[in-house]
């Protein structure tokens, strides 16, 4: 049940928590809040506290330290917000309003028998932590009679047998009493006594008490602290071609309650050989119960030596493994004062909120001899984002990629790509060799001839020199510094402000659905011309722009178009104003809407959203008056042109004669097409 926290101000990082104290402070409120504050606690952006204050929704007051904001009136927005009594904010979904239980679905195999008695106990369950206790050693007394390992003497709920010293739980007493986590009896017989009638049946390898446990779990305390676990099939996945021959010692960092570990089990590892670490105890306790079910043992020793809590990013008392493997936290470390700690033997530790994910790699890493084999689940973003630049670094100096295995989004309700990385430890920086990659069912290898540091694996071989070509021309641009960007209209609550006819006062907006490559369908949406009530909009002269181009903003590639009139945009679709000396505005959109740059963007960056940040980096060729002229022409051939078959054919040309000026030959333009 390995987790990623999303966010954490713990002073160590936690896996998986059955309860988590309140942390008391002595400090009193200050009756007042500084903006930064008041967005933390309305969770949204600063960009929009400040709109918010422009528009009169949170309002400053005079004090001593300046203008601040008066912290009940803040409460009372935030009591509205959640309520949803706010005008314009009905629709927003605050993460600590979310109430409620649900089935893990996707955590263990959909045909185990047990789904339906969990999903029966999620749907009735209305009870404290203390009654989730109690159910947590029902399930497991009730696993140990089902898989033989304790014989059943009594009638109905154990527990409570167990409690009044009419059941013997015999050589597994002491995880019991564990699993009790010092809950005090009397509050537990009351506890037990509530539960609903359920019988669940002993599945070898699976983690049980791991489901329940996720799925009684309430939706907000889950989605705050990023509790998200890695279903079965998985693991399964993640350890099938892992070597677990006898002596191959593994270990997962961060276990939850082991389904890694148990997924080895299963494929014949031996006990004796699978370690097991992690911050919360109670998250090692369900890991040893997952031992007792499914490894036969019940040698309390072994298992409190081979699965412990510790902190595995600071312990010095790890043992020597030739494999760590699991689902490391994803999130980042927003506590700098353990960052700092942790900064002292990582260097991807030493910056701003760290993300937990590159200090498991890194600290993983360091755990092993060479030829030592790290295999994580992981976020897609370790690969290609800005932000982990440090630990893609790292490993390139520390170790090679074996193999990528891209996965899309596999945790229920996250939108988040996933992909199992393998890593092998090597004792010399830039290792090269050949990487095996799995990409939506197509493997391939990449031989890695391109940079070190370029972990875009969804590239193939000969997509990556298409690339390299276009990036290397020597005569080519950025748009950086040459354009300038605005965004389209946040109305704050498009009810009611967004017209579908035109009314006194009203004006066309153009969406992002409007437009189509160097074409803008007529707008059906109408919007005050007045622009003042509306939660952000940019200087009203970009939108008057003459000759301004449009793109859509959600979109995996750029989608342009000229406006000639002066329009005003909505949020989905954005402005761009080329300022180039010798390049035309005409000739950018051209090169924008060719496929080579659609190719360049879905190959380079893998995005559904069109950033700014994105088309500043992409290389404009720097092309001939006559050659522009000839795109010009062909453009508004294209515009005036009716016939869809002249249209696709005049789209082809523009489309050749932009790979032309690109310098891309028949093999490139084959790559490119296909």
């Not at 369950?125 to 140990?144: D, H, P, R």
């Not at 599945?203 to 705050?224: A, C, H, N």
């Not at 961060?254 to 494929?267: A, D, E, H, P, T």
């Not at 523009?654 to 296909?674: F, P, S, V």
Request: net charge positive.
């Amino acid at each position: 049940m390995s987790d990623n926290v999303i966010e954490t101000t713990d002073e160590s990082v936690s896996s998986d928590t059955l309860s988590t104290p309140k942390r008391k402070y002595n400090v009193k409120k200050s009756r007042y809040l500084t903006l930064k504050e008041v967005c933390r606690l309305l969770e949204i952006s600063i960009a929009t506290g400040k709109n918010w204050k422009k528009l009169g929704r949170i309002k400053e007051v005079e004090t001593q330290e300046g203008l601040l904001f008066e912290r009940k009136e803040i409460k009372k927005l935030l009591t509205s917000m959640r309520k949803g009594d706010l005008d314009g904010l009905k629709s927003r979904r605050n993460k600590s309003a979310l109430k409620g239980r649900e089935l893990y679905v996707n955590y263990v195999s959909k045909v185990s028998p047990n789904h339906a008695a969990v999903s029966s106990l999620v749907n009735g369950f209305s009870g404290t932590q203390t009654t989730v206790t109690a159910l947590l050693c029902e399930s497991f007394l009730q696993l140990l009679c089902s898989s033989g390992k304790l014989q059943r003497t009594v009638e109905g709920k154990l527990f409570l047998a167990y409690l009044k010293n009419e059941f013997d739980a015999g050589d597994y007493e002491w995880l019991l009493v564990e699993l009790m986590n010092k809950t005090p009896a009397n509050s537990l017989l009351k506890a037990g006594q509530k539960l609903q009638e359920f019988t669940l049946e002993y599945v070898p390898y699976e983690d049980t008490l791991g489901l329940i446990y996720l799925s009684l779990m309430e939706l907000s305390k889950r989605r705050q602290s990023g509790r998200y676990y890695t279903p079965q099939n998985l693991t399964d996945i993640a350890v099938e071609t892992l070597n677990v021959a006898d002596g191959r010692v593994f270990l997962d960092p961060c276990c939850g309650s082991g389904n890694f570990l148990l997924r080895l089990l299963k494929r014949g590892a031996r006990v004796e050989d699978l370690y097991g670490c992690d911050l919360d105890g109670f998250s090692v306790t369900l890991a040893r119960v997952n031992f007792v079910l499914s490894g036969n043992t019940s040698d309390k020793d072994l298992l409190t030596s081979h699965l412990i809590q510790c902190d595995t990013l600071t312990s010095k008392h790890l043992p020597k493994v030739d494999v760590v493997l699991g689902n490391p936290p994803w999130g980042s470390l927003d506590d700098p004062k353990v960052a700092a700690r942790y900064a002292k033997g990582l260097v991807c530790a030493d910056k701003n909120r760290p993300c937990l994910a590159d200090l498991f790699v890194e600290r993983s890493l360091k755990l092993l001899e060479s030829g030592g084999i790290v295999r994580f689940v992981l976020p897609e973003a370790l690969l290609n984002v800005a932000s982990h630049e440090r630990i893609r670094q790292y490993i390139s100096e520390n170790a090679r990629v074996l193999s990528v295995r891209y996965l899309g989004e596999v945790f229920h309700a996250v939108q988040c790509p996933s992909v199992i990385l393998t890593l092998e430890r090597t004792s010399y920086a830039g290792a090269m060799g050949e990487v095996i990659v799995n990409n939506d069912k197509e493997t391939y290898i990449v031989r890695r001839k391109r940079d070190r540091n370029d972990f875009n694996f969804k590239v193939t071989d000969s997509e990556a020199l298409v690339l390299s070509k276009m990036e290397d021309l020597e005569n080519t641009i950025r748009i950086r510094g040459h354009a300038s960007f605005a965004l389209g209209i946040v109305t704050g609550s498009n009810s009611g402000k967004i017209k579908d006819s035109k009314e006194d006062g009203f004006e066309q907006v153009i969406r992002g659905s409007d437009i189509e490559p160097y074409k803008i369908n007529s707008p059906k949406n109408f919007i005050k011309s007045d622009l003042s009530s509306y939660q952000q909009v940019a200087p009203l002269e970009f939108y008057r722009a003459q000759n301004k181009l449009v793109y859509r903003f959600i979109s995996r590639y750029p989608i342009v178009a000229m406006d000639t009139g002066g329009r005003l945009t909505l949020n989905s679709c954005n402005v761009l104003i080329p300022k180039f000396e010798n390049i035309s505005a005409v000739f950018v959109m051209a090169v924008l809407n060719s496929s080579a740059m659609r190719f360049y963007f879905e190959k380079k960056f893998n995005t559904i959203k069109v950033l700014r940040s994105l088309l500043e980096e992409v290389p404009i060729p720097l092309a001939s008056k006559e050659d522009q002229m000839l795109i010009e022409f062909m453009v508004t051939e294209l515009n005036e042109c009716t016939d869809e078959n002249k249209q696709l054919e005049l789209r082809h040309k523009i489309d050749r004669k932009i790979c032309e000026i690109y310098g891309l030959g028949k093999r490139a333009l084959n790559t490119i097409e296909n």
